[in-house]
Antibody, heavy 122, light 107 residues
Framework: EVQLLESGGGLVQPGGSLRLSCAASGFTFSSYAMSWVRQAPGKGLEWVSR????????YYADSVKGRFTISRDNSRNTLFLQMNSLRADDTAVYYCAKTISPGDHSKTFDYWGQGTLVTVSS | DIQMTQSPSSVSASVGDRVTITCRASQGISSWLAWYQQKPGKAPKLLIY???SLQSGVPSRFSGSGSGTDFTLTISSLQPEDFATYYC?????????FGQGTKVEIK
């Protein structure tokens, strides 16, 4: 059974940093691209970042480029999101999501974690 | 970025009704479109991928159609557990984007 479990969310001041983790199990983690998707309170879904199965290729939404870094540790089946220079509009539930097909080209998400809430406020 | 526009933003319907939600892409995306269902406080759930393929375990009352720029999600006979918010998502470009969501409410 595929499971994705996020952690690391919390309250942080504007300009601060936070590192999110997503522990994966139930599939061959290194074979799948992974993404982070966020949802601000009462709002819709916004894709944040994607990383290839090997970790060699990364992609970011313009809204987080230069501030967030996605990475993965395939030996530990764990996905990360390092978030720096956080702003109030980064406040959201952050989901990690697995792509439906192995390889690096799929951008359809068949499994999602339960989400972790990041609140940026002074 | 490719913009995804859903309509309507909300719909009130009764159990047993047929419900149709449309999604339009700002440029052609072939069949690279997915539909998700989200209930309050829960993660999104994949319903349809590649515009018309039903995800494993999803009831057959859900169906998707379309290609290019215009897509449709149809629920053939609305059930109590279907009241939720539905999102389309394009999976064509390097930056996937979602529609703004359609909330299906009880009439």
């Amino acid at each position: 059974e595929v499971q994705l479990l996020e952690s690391g969310g919390g309250l942080v001041q504007p300009g601060g940093s936070l590192r999110l983790s997503c522990a994966a199990s139930g599939f061959t983690f290194s074979s799948y691209a992974m993404s982070w998707v966020r949802q601000a309170p009462g709002k819709g879904l916004e894709w944040v970042s994607r990383i290839s199965g090997s970790g060699d290729s990364t992609y970011y939404a313009d809204s987080v480029k230069g501030r967030f870094t996605i990475s993965r540790d395939n030996s530990r089946n764990t996905l990360f999101l390092q978030m720096n220079s956080l702003r109030a509009d980064d406040t959201a539930v952050y989901y990690c999501a697995k792509t439906i097909s192995p390889g690096d080209h799929s951008k359809t998400f068949d499994y999602w974690g339960q989400g972790t809430l990041v609140t940026v406020s002074s | 970025d490719i913009q995804m526009t859903q309509s309507p933003s909300s719909v009130s319907a009764s159990v047993g009704d047929r419900v149709t939600i449309t999604c339009r892409a700002s440029q052609g995306i072939s069949s690279w479109l997915a539909w998700y269902q989200q209930k309050p406080g829960k993660a999104p759930k994949l319903l349809i991928y590649a515009a018309s393929s039903l995800q494993s375990g999803v009831p057959s009352r859900f169906s998707g159609s379309g290609s290019g720029t215009d897509f449709t999600l149809t629920i053939s006979s609305l059930q109590p557990e279907d009241f939720a918010t539905y999102y389309c998502q394009q999976a064509n470009s390097f930056s996937p984007t979602f529609g703004q969501g359609t909330k299906v409410e009880i009439k």
